[in-house]
């Protein structure tokens, strides 16, 4: 079955930090830009950070870069995202994807194209609450 399959995520106070992990069946990461998109309540989709299929750049949005580091392991398929100092402004449902899309990863994570192939993750709710 192809599918992406998150875990982790939940609740955790200002300051935490939270691990995403996003592991891929059926299909190969190796053959597709990967991402972590967010949607904040009353918001559109945030592209927060992606890594080329192409160039191997990695993009991460302003408002996570420090913070947040994406990473993969093509043995294990997976892909995670660390996010460290986690502030209010960050609770949302964040969901994971991968697009063969050739590009820089800017252009990937600006969440406008796709080639239509795409997968993605059933999306995990993150909380940033006192």
């Known amino acids: 079955q192809v599918q992406l399959v998150q875990s982790g995520g939940g609740l955790v106070q200002p300051g935490g930090s939270l691990r995403l992990s996003c592991a891929a069946s059926?299909?190969?990461?190796?053959?597709?830009?990967i991402g972590w998109f967010r949607q904040a309540p009353g918001k559109g989709r945030e592209g927060v950070s992606c890594?080329?299929?192409?160039?191997?750049?990695?993009y991460y949005a302003d408002s996570v870069k420090g913070r947040f580091t994406i990473s993969r392991d093509n043995a294990k398929n997976t892909v995670w995202l660390q996010m460290n100092s986690l502030n209010v402004e960050d609770t949302g449902v964040y969901y994971c994807?991968?697009?063969?899309?050739?590009?820089?990863?800017?252009?990937?994570?600006?969440?406008?194209?796709?080639?239509?192939?795409?997968?993605w993750g059933q999306g995990t709710q993150v909380t940033v609450s006192s």
């Open positions: 994807a991968a697009d063969p899309i050739s590009g820089p990863a800017n252009f990937y994570c600006s969440g406008r194209v796709s080639t239509g192939r795409d997968y």
């Open positions: 059926g299909f190969s990461l190796d053959d597709y830009a």
């Open positions: 890594i080329s299929r192409t160039d191997g750049t990695i």
